[in-house]
């Protein structure tokens, strides 16, 4: 799909795009991350009722759902973040589901942006782009300044990276938090509800930012409500309901021709 426009604001999006490929091997054709009957309670809760999903290099997965339906837990299994009750997650060929998987080493990376902003308050935008490289990549301070003030641009923050979260709209937060993990050389992002904290004037500059990402072929899945990103963007849509995958496809597929009646009432109620 990814018939991008270049709708960002105050730069945004600009630059981002010949970065996004970071740790992109030629796609081969090998999913990059695989889940294999994924399940996943709490006590008698049964939040996830054996998802198989694969995802390539490149592609754009938008995963859409009532709330409780199980698409946050279900990112949030993809780098155990939650521990699956049963089956199966695979990232570039490696069980991480298998005792005895250095999961640090995965999440390093596999970067994620959640609906809060999780800034360090007393530290910079740049600070807290920095503090992940330095603690986990080892990079030198001048290194990972280098890159932070590099990443902070590209998402269109160049005068704002002596700035602190307190002086920063949500917006820009956010985008603080989406410099932090691309400084990282993520090889897939995972974005949980990225803009929903948001107010709506400041949505169109995160998800400029991320239609970047997506345009430069870097590895995504996303959990959103928003859908206008996910018909300009994703390679593959998907509709959760019930823990299930109720329906997936291309965004013409699922958006005008929903084969599924769940599918067709959730849609009718949000457009």
Do not use: W
């Not at 307190?166 to 938090?177: D, I």
Request: proline share 3%; glycine share 10%; aromatic share 4%.
């Amino acid at each position: 799909m990814k018939n991008l426009t270049n709708e960002t604001a105050d730069g945004a999006g600009e630059g981002v795009a010949h970065v996004a490929t970071n740790g992109q091997a030629a796609d081969d054709g090998k999913p990059i991350i695989r889940i294999c009957d994924l399940h996943k309670s709490y006590d008698d809760l049964v939040v996830l009722r054996g998802v198989d999903l694969e995802v390539k290099r490149g592609e754009v997965v938008v995963i859409l759902g009532p709330s409780g339906s199980g698409k946050s837990t279900l990112l949030r299994c993809v780098n155990l973040l939650e521990q699956p009750t049963g089956g199966q997650v695979f990232f570039e060929d490696t069980e991480i589901t298998a005792k005895g998987t250095d999961i640090n080493a995965v999440r390093a990376k596999v970067g994620m942006v959640f609906q809060s902003f999780n800034l360090f308050p007393h530290l910079t935008a740049k600070g807290n782009v920095m503090l992940a490289q330095q603690k986990v990549l080892k990079r030198s301070k001048e290194e990972a300044a280098k890159v932070a003030v590099e990443q902070l641009t590209k998402v269109g923050l160049a005068e704002r990276v002596d700035y602190k979260p307190s002086q920063l709209s949500g917006g820009q937060q956010q985008r603080v938090a989406i410099a932090r993990a691309l400084a990282m050389d993520p090889h897939v992002m995972l974005f949980d509800e990225a803009t929903s904290a948001l107010d709506p004037e400041l949505v169109r500059d995160v998800l400029g930012v991320m239609k970047e990402l997506a345009r430069g072929g870097m590895t995504m899945i996303v959990v959103t409500h928003e859908m206008g990103f996910a018909r300009d963007v994703a390679d593959r849509v998907i509709f959760m309901d019930g823990g299930v995958i109720v329906e997936e496809g291309t965004p013409d597929e699922v958006f005008d021709h929903p084969k599924s009646d769940r599918t067709k009432d959730f849609l009718g109620h949000i457009r």
